[in-house]
């Protein structure tokens, strides 16, 4: 399945609706679509619910699959399961 979103924001607002369902399963973890710029990409991200809580709490951060690193100075922190992006917006 292809993402149809066309840019990080759309994509960011699917992952707040699948965090929201998840909660509601009281789910511990879930996948997250990798919120970065090519439309193309169908990577996926899987993290507990409270890592992807404690990144919207951030709200200048975009999630990252950890295939994806960064092409400019932007700031951002790796870890072994994803990529925190920081937008500075």
């Given at each position: 399945?292809?993402?149809?979103?066309?840019?990080?924001?759309?994509?960011?607002?699917?992952?707040?609706?699948?965090?929201?369902?998840?909660?509601?399963?009281?789910?511990?973890?879930g996948e997250f679509w990798c919120e970065c710029d090519d439309i193309h990409c169908e990577e996926r991200v899987l993290l507990t619910l409270r890592e992807y809580a404690a990144l919207r709490e951030r709200r200048n951060e975009r999630l990252l699959s950890p295939v994806?690193?960064?092409?400019?100075?932007?700031?951002?922190?790796?870890?072994?399961t994803h990529t925190y992006l920081s937008t500075r917006d």
């Open positions: 399945m292809t993402r149809l979103a066309t840019q990080p924001h759309v994509t960011r607002r699917v992952n707040d609706s699948v965090h929201q369902v998840l909660d509601k399963l009281a789910a511990e973890d994806h690193q960064p092409a400019s100075t932007l700031i951002y922190s790796a870890f072994e």
